[in-house]
């Protein structure tokens, strides 16, 4: 249809309509579209209507509403297109009516490689206004800058050249068709068509591109030369729609409106809650929605719709973005065109949606405007649809679309917001006059306030006028419903679930709480909130009193005006009530009729309660604010930050601030700033004042001044990083948290697959803090700690660890996960620090262009490939966690670790300093000092005041930020120059500047403090800095002080001469070092002036004394935004500063001279009484106080000179000690300084602060003030107590941050916690300040939500179980600002790096052979390198009866003939140690190594299988009996086996009942199998146990059992459910490891014997049957090989060369071994690195072998363990077999490994008595396990046998004293191997007819030891042996009638002397069988 012109006949209109008509039913997603005829017909200039104005009834409207919204009710809003300004009617084209997102024009695709983001052309160059306005740009003649309009980016406006002759003139005429147009980003020209130049500067359009929608405004430059938005482009329609003034189109809009003419400026203040529409084609009288055109979004929110939405709208208040009014003028009344916003697919407001902060449960609002009742004019409106207003006949009013929030007394959770304009006609339905509200014409300009209307309970009225002037706040609406809340939180917080208020109670708490509220507060909602809940408390309590007959009675609606004024009389007239009859719009028409036309020496109230007591609906109430103050503050607090700095630079770029700075072009005195400052300038000439050591009156050259040297700094001398203990603390809390996970069972990480770790850090967008977390980085070595750098490049290399969140990061980031996926060996960690910073959604941020880190954290942290690697740790790091932490959370509660209690701190050594923080800051108050810490500037507050009454359509930021340039200004000229001045200045600004300025003059050194300035908005801080530096430069101060701006985009940037200044006092930096952190600036003199949406973590130095925090207001009312501010100030300071606090608070309170009399008392603190003339004083931190510890003027000179100082302090850069705060504030200006926590011993920890001796004498009395010292530093070079911060902060602030003290106020912590989430309920219990930050933690989970633009916002609950998904991966570590988080988390690297490698490491025994010297040697010759023993020769070998194995040095010698010939002083020396921990030495797990359960691998996963508990059943459990000759009875013992080990056994034929083991033939020879079945007896070790043998016997099928006890078998069963286990009979379950071993040998013949008949009956020989098995312990780690080295030509003695090979070669190569079945016993040796080339002299030795045999039972069926024993049993059972004439063969070129566990085994048996007397107990000693029969002897609850084995190991001295170090003659035992200590030999005899014994001819023995002797010992026997006289004897039996039986059979009283008092018994009950034994001597 082209592009139709005006005036064009009906039929071209209807054609149009229908046109229009059929495309968005094409392009309609809902069903019904707008129907052509109400489009074309119910047109405003069609009819006149009857003069009531036309509502229709809200029940239809919700019927029609209803059938289109989804079920919630609440519509989501946050798509509603908000991109197009007011005068854009013509636009409604652009988005279709549907809720489909808009069909973008097709436009040809971008050629390729060229850019395509928003905002740029395609070669990729800016076109923005904001980033061009201070540029030059040069065009040609002709041709001129227009802005155009991209709908993707709504609030930026793109500058274009266009030649004007394609432009209209100022009538809308004379434009040529056509374009011709230049790109004046790349400077390509010529563009002929406007479509070509629209996809070139991709504007990215949704309809077709034309000239006259998309050029809007001129841009003109103004008087500084910044470019910005003029007038809008006079296209055709341009007139006409002025003329008509319709406010059109209700998208609230965002875009850098601008105001065409001055004065459009003026009326359209700033929007703080209504909606903005930004035409300027208003006439200013007044538009019925006050355009005010910001560039930010913030109009998106206030919509003044009171409109109770339910939408998650696009802001903070409710925005339903849809609202419209219109203009009334002079009696001209406008129709309106309105359509409703279009839902598109983009909200673009920066946070897109939460209806009055409660998504969910938002009040619902709604608006039947326009729309809803004529639906507007067709979608593509002609460009003559207005031939001109038509004036409406006197008393006709043309139907007005007004706003109108209906809110309805039910639930107001219904209530949709119709997405699309309504289908259907409407029918006309009159609106009550009573409804309505005019607004008055210059409401705003005539009262100066914009009044703010609370939304209470019941119907708002419709608004129309001038409702620009006019705000609608949802602040207390939800406190108002009250929500349904589970009985489990209404019993938490005290409540029945019948108790709610009544509307009447409502209002009459709302009154008092306003009565209540003091002048400069401003209402909560958490208060009120708060208030609200205590009277429900109440009320139930009364309730429940009520149930015992007491009578109350509820407040009437007849008595509710009445009590409602009588409340409010007590305001001071602060409060009024206002009572209607009919509806609350007479109330609120009468509120603002009264302020427009009061005069203005009237007072007016704060608050006016309306009440409407209506019969019919009830009682209806809304609060309208009118107080200056409040209404200005509620009206900015409705802003989020990000929109009120947009707010701020629309103000700025379009001008409006212009009056506010000519008032300040003069100075308080009225003098012209500029012209006093060039005067100034003249009158100084050339000179600058004197840079420092100085007074400010000293003039030098400027040569002179850059050339000046400062005195070099000690404290700066070397730069050293160090890791204080609250950070190590915290990094193994990681650390354990991180194995929790492992160890959760979960399958998320498996710790032992990894080796190595490595890591990303991901901080905020601040250069700054790059370039701080590099330095941490370098400084903490952590890259050549964890392997990742070599030494030298880790400085270079540093940089690719540390990325910000900026366009850059996906490249970066993509580079880390392509290394994250090629290494899954590697355990990442991915920190994102300061992770509160912008955590919005990616989903909200593709929307919000413009706002470029929107979104970029969560595509990073939250995207598949992070979530779902599985070696990729998230740790998230942050001082304000609380946006992380709500219901929907994606960091598991248990998975956050806290920086640990501040007060447990206090118990560290005395050298640490204390962590100052938000909550020692509150408590400084209480201080009582006369300069507290924190402090309000009531001064600067009035003034400001009384210029926020002057201008009050500005924002508050911007007239505080000119009015602290101006205090700066004056306070500098005050104190060089004009001294008139001073009374201008506030003291406080003063008394910082005089600080700042006269410190550096002090001292040789010229350091001084640092002053931190913050201003939020960008442009503003940038002003300040311009305006500061031409003072400062004017003044000559340019040498003295710096003055930095903190813009987190950009780099620190410092002038020359301060660079050179602060190389010289850090001593040995590089030429070309810059600083490049703020803590880089220590001692630097300097103003920063921080500016940035958010403070980012940066450090600053210890020299920073002063943050003035003046500008943070109101609109900062959430937890985070508050708190982090102050966090700037956060520190660490020496406890002085806290102990000495309160000494000051005592000082204070009692008499003044106490402080002077005890000058020299030490213990009292030394206060500076006089305030010198500047606090010129080195040390920084604030003008609160030195804590002296007490030393007087004259001991504080000599003790510093005692004190060597070290050069041990570490450097500013490196007040990293802890880490991000160690801003710890220093001694600058030249005295050495006590770096806290530094590790200089502790006689310098307490920091004693020595003060020159001047300052101290005066102390004379005077105000008490605890202040800096001052004075000749020089004369004494004391040590400085650090003092934190001054904080100057805004009255609001200080109101919630100081209110510890009266405990009343509201503080800082029940706030919101954050802007991003929501409380989940307006009922909930309080938060306690003093909750622990777990407990906080906890409480925001179950209280707050996540609203819809949070990047958690998308993590919902799982829909089965109803628990929200934590990732498993992921943890929060969270501490307060500054407290060393970036040290404790590379720390935490550091450690986790160690643990793997020592996952991956095992501790082996590293220990020689012992008893080497007296070892046979072997005569029979072998050739070295045989692989087998040849039996012949080995058969000839003597058997080396001494014990080599080192575990066993603390065990009596075996005798041997060689043992004679040693002597005993040898002895003495060797054994005399105690015991003494055991060698172990570090090894690396090799692939064979055998592992316990915490190894997990791909491999041995099927052999491990903790698949499913199923498999649990999987196994059977089979009994298997057998006799035992031993025992004397059956024994019968358990076989649990899983099914898949079920082919190893032979069952019965019904396949029940278990016959045997299945074993193979001697002959078979399969490479793949070892034959022997291997079992491992395994007690208190089912975790730690090395039951793994997968990858020792090389994944191949093996038989191994697990011998397990029968209480421990389910405990082994649940951890190794795959392994076959033989369960012990119950009676052994105290029994030690003889008895398992005795069972394995046991069974193990009874099935050999099982197996010879079953293959007998094949046909298989008995012989031919395998009669080896392998019993090994659970500590058995790894096998290696030896070979000996080839002897080089040197005399040195050849090396060793091992290999580490598998438990399957070990055991291959020896069951190889040719007539094996002749050999007894088979091992091997044991692992030492001390083995030498000379120990495999021999491969095969016939001695000893221990913890890995290979046993031949079929040999050994004779020879048995002994089944009591706990210790020994190997050498017992070993010299059993040799002396049955057994072969014992060990091979010396293998040698195991054994693993040094600290749990189970032996170590288990804690002795104790077996009836407790009392808990604590002494140790038992081992004398007291035996005792007298029937004595009264504690008894104790252990086995006899093993009482008596380690009485016997320890009472050797008693029992045989002569054999003490007596080797000749050592003690005779028959048959029995037992340990009596390591000081005696004892000689072994066999008493078994032709057995091997030792020869002992000749030998005098020094004892006997009979145990348990059997038949086979004689009288006969022990008479053939000689003995000592005085030899002594023990016979221990079973019981007391076999001891007896004994000694007669033996005849020992022959020969023996027994004594009554010589019988013993070990110490147990008579129910634990004791043994007994007597001793006796020989005579």
Known sequence: MGNSYAGQLKSARFEEALHNSIEASLRCSSVVPRPIFSQLYLDPDQHSFSSTDVKPKVEDLDKDLGQRCPQNGSLDFSNTLTTNEMEEDEDDEEMSDSNSPPIPYSQKPAPEGSCTTDGFCQAGKDLRLVSLCMEQIDIPAGFLLVGAKSPNLPEHILVCAVDKRFLPDDHGKNALLGFSGNCIGCGERGFRYFTEFSNHINLKLTTQPKKQKHLKYYLVRSSQGVLSKGPLICWKECRSRQSSATCHSI?????????????????????????????????????????????????????????????????????????NGNSSHGGKSSASSSTLARPGNYSLSPRPSYASGDQGQSSSFFLPS???????????????????????????????????????????????????????????????????????????????????????????????????????????????????????????????????????NMILLTIQYLVR?????????????????????????????????????????????????????????LVHVVVTQNSLAEGISETLRTLSEMRHYQRLPDYVVAICASKIRGNEFCVVVLGQHQSRALAESMLTTSEFLKEISYELITGKVSFLASHFKTTSLGDDLDKLLEEIQQR??????????????????????????????????????????????????????????????????????????????????????????????????????????????????????????????????????????????????????????????VISGSLSHGEPSHGLADRVINCREVLESFNLLVLQVSSFPYTLQTQQSRVSSSNEVHWIHLDSMEDMSCEEKLYFGLNEYSKSLQWGITSPLLRCDETFEKMVNTLLERYPRLHSMVVRCYLLIQQYSEALMALTTMASLRDHSTPETLSIMDDLISSPGKTKSGRGHMLIIRVPSVQLAMLAKERLQEVRDKLGLQYRFEIILGNPASEVNVATHFVARLKTWRGNEPEEWIPRTYQDLEGLPCIVILTGKDPLGETFPRSLKYCDLRLIDSSYLTRTALEQEVGLACCYVSKEVIRGSTVALDLSGKDQERAVVSENDSDELLVDLERPQSNSSAVTGTSGSIMENGVSSSS????????????????????????????????????TLKQECDSLGPQMASSTTSKPSSSSSSSSSGPRALLWPSGPVQSCRGLHTALPPIVILSKAAYSLLGSQRGGKLPSSSSLLPHADVAW???????????????????????????????????????????????????????????????????????????????????????????????????????????????????????????????????????????????????????????????????????????????????????????????????????AFTFSSSMLGEEVQLYFIIPKSKESHFVFSKQGKHLESMRLPLVSDKNLNVVKSPIFTPSSGRHEHGLLNLFHAMEGISHLHLLVVKEYEMPLYRKYWPNHIMLVLPGMFNNAGVGAARFLIKELSYHNLELERNRLEELGVKRQCVWPFIVVMDDSCVLWNIHSAQEQTSQPMEAGVSSKNVSLKSVLQHIEATPKIIHYAILGIQKWSSKLTSQSLKTPFSRCHVHDFILLNIDLTQNVQYDFNRYFCEDVDFNLRTNSSGLLICRFNNFSLMKKHVQVGGQRDF???????????????????????????????????????????????????????????????????YLNIGPEVAMCYISSRPHSSNVNCEGVYFSGLLLYLCDSFVGADLLKKFKFLKGATLCVICQDRSSLRQTIVRLELEDEWQFRLRDEFQTANSSDDKPLYFLTGRHV
């Open 1196 to 1231: 504080a000179a000599d003790k510093s000179q005692k004190q060597p100082m070290t050069p041990n302090f570490q450097s500013s850069t490196n007040s990293m000690g802890l880490d991000e705060g160690v801003s710890v504030s220093t001694a600058g200006a030249g005295e």
């Open 1806 to 1872: 804690i002795i104790k008595p077996k009836i407790m007397m009392s808990e604590s107990l002494a140790p038992i000693s081992p004398l007291q396990y035996v005792c007298a029969p029937d004595s009264e002897h504690t008894l104790l609850a252990a086995p006899a046998q093993f009482l008596l084995e380690k009485f016997l190991q320890h009472a050797s001295c008693k029992l045989f004293p002569k054999a003490i170090r007596n080797l000749k003659s050592p003690v005779l035992a028959i048959d029995c």
């Open 684 to 841: 100084r000439g050339d000179s600058v004042v004197t840079p420092f050591n100085g007074d400010l009156n000293e003039y030098v050259s400027p040569q002179e001044a850059a050339a000046v040297i400062p005195m070099q700094n000690l404290d700066l001398d070397n730069e050293t990083f160090q890791i204080y203990q609250p950070q190590l603390t915290v990094a193994r809390k990681l650390l354990s948290q991180v194995c929790a996970i492992a160890d959760s069972g979960s399958q998320s990480l498996d710790l032992g697959h990894f080796s190595k770790v490595d890591f990303i850090i991901i901080v905020p967008r601040s250069e700054v803090l790059v370039q701080q977390t590099l330095q941490r980085i370098r400084q903490s070595g952590v890259l050549v700690d964890l392997g990742l750098e070599e030494n030298g490049t880790a400085y270079q290399r540093a940089e690719k660890y540390v990325v910000r969140l900026d366009s850059e990061i996906q490249t970066k980031f993509e580079v880390f996960m392509r290394r994250v996926k090629q290494n899954p060996y590697t355990l990442f960690v991915l920190v994102h620090d300061n992770c509160h910073v912008e955590l919005t959604s």
């Open 251 to 323: 998208k609230p809009n965002s875009s850098v409106s601008s105001t065409v003419t001055p004065e459009n400026g003026t009326t359209n203040g700033y929007k703080s809650g209504f909606i903005q529409t930004e035409s300027p084609i208003l006439s200013p009288a007044n538009s019925a929605i006050n355009l005010s055109g910001a560039q930010d979004l913030t109009r998106n929110k206030n919509v003044v719709k009171p409109l109770a939405l339910s939408l998650q709208v696009v802001g903070k208040t409710f925005a339903a973005d849809a609202a």
């Open 517 to 573: 509220l003091g002048p400069d507060q401003i209402p909560l909602r958490e208060e009120f909130e708060q208030i609200m809940l205590k009277a429900m408390q109440e009320f139930t309590m009364r309730e429940r009193a009520l149930q015992m007959g007491v009578q109350c009675t509820p407040v009437s609606p007849g008595q509710l005006p009445w009590l409602a004024r009588l409340i409010a009389s007590v305001s001071q007239d």
């Open 1320 to 1518: 989940v309920s307006s009922l909930r219990p309080l938060l306690h300040k003093d909750m622990s930050s777990e407990e906080q933690s906890l409480y925001y989970r179950q209280w707050t939500s996540a609203r819809q633009h949070h990047a958690d916002y998308s993590n919902q609950p799982d829909p089965s179980s109803g628990a929200w998904a934590c990732h498993p991966r992921r943890l929060l570590l969270t501490g307060p600002p500054q407290v060393g988080k970036t040290g404790s988390y590379l720390q935490f690297l550091r450690i986790l790096f160690r643990m793997l490698i020592r996952l991956l490491e095992v501790d082996v025994y590293d220990e020689g052979e012992i008893n080497t010297d007296h070892s046979e040697s072997s005569e029979v010759s072998q050739s070295e390198g045989e692989p087998w023993p040849d039996i012949e020769s080995f058969s000839k070998m003597p058997f080396d009866i001494s014990v080599h194995d080192p575990k066993y040095r603390m065990m009596s010698l075996v005798y041997t003939e060689k043992l004679a010939m040693i002597k005993p002083e040898a002895m003495k020396e060797a054994k005399a140690e105690e015991p003494r921990k055991r060698e172990t030495v570090s090894m690396m797990l090799t692939k064979y190594a055998a592992y316990n359960t915490f190894h997990h691998c791909e491999q041995c996963h099927q052999y491990m299988d903790f698949t499913s508990a199923s498999q649990m059943s999987d196994s059977t459990l089979h």
């Open 370 to 504: 326009a729309t809803m009742f004529i639906s507007g004019p067709p979608k593509k409106r002609h460009r003559g649809w207005y031939p001109g207003s038509p004036v409406p006949q006197p008393g006709l009013v043309v139907p007005v679309p007004t706003v109108r929030p209906l809110s309805r007394t039910e639930s107001l959770l219904s209530a949709p917001v119709p997405q699309t304009p309504l289908t259907g006609i409407l029918q006309p339905r009159p609106i009550p006059a009573g409804e309505t509200v005019i607004v008055p014409e210059n409401l705003l300009s005539n009262s100066g306030i914009r009044p703010v209307i609370l939304i209470g309970y019941g119907t708002l009225p419709y608004f129309y006028g001038n409702v620009g002037d006019i705000v609608v706040s949802p602040l207390l609406v939800n406190c108002y419903k009250i929500p349904q809340l589970e009985n489990k939180d209404l019993e938490q917080l005290g409540l029945t679930g019948s108790q709610l208020l009544s509307v009447e």
